[in-house]
């Protein structure tokens, strides 16, 4: 007799990561083959969510933008723009905390540096710097849920997004 065994919301984030980094870093496969694997994720990730309801939306939406980003920031960036606008639009992610703060401290380093680069490319303009007081803020701290896999990367973000601004003029 066969069981029929319900992954948890590890095993499906495993095969997301596994997709992921196929779809990002596999030199060996075509873009044809990456957009196959894209789409399977895609399917995939519409699925979890129904198997397993602790599949939170936003984990769903990070591993989509993940995966769009892997795929098209070299040959179509503007799919990654749409997704993430349209992931921001009906709130499934977010980054600003209010009108002058970008919150990035549950960000997967892929995420910060697309969202900075969002933000000083795009969205700049939003943001009220004229006077000699304004500015942005950017958190990068930490909360109950700013350790992944038992390791502390608050430091980890603070430095990546220092580095990543100082890549700017």
Known sequence: VQKHFTPDVTVLCLKNAALESMIKLDPKLSFEQKRKLYKQLMTHLANAQ????QMTARLVAESQ?????????????KQVLDLFE???ANGTLTYKEDATTIDLHLSHFIHIQF?????????LH??????DESGITLIVGRDANSKMAGIEYECSIKQFVQDELCRYE
């Open 50 to 53: 129904q198997i397993c309801p």
């Open 65 to 77: 933008l993940r995966a769009c980003i892997g795929l098209y920031h070299n040959i179509d960036p």
């Open 86 to 88: 349209s992931l921001v």
């Open 115 to 123: 969202i900075l680069r969002y933000v000083i490319g795009y969205k």
């Open 126 to 131: 939003e943001f009220d710097l004229d006077s």
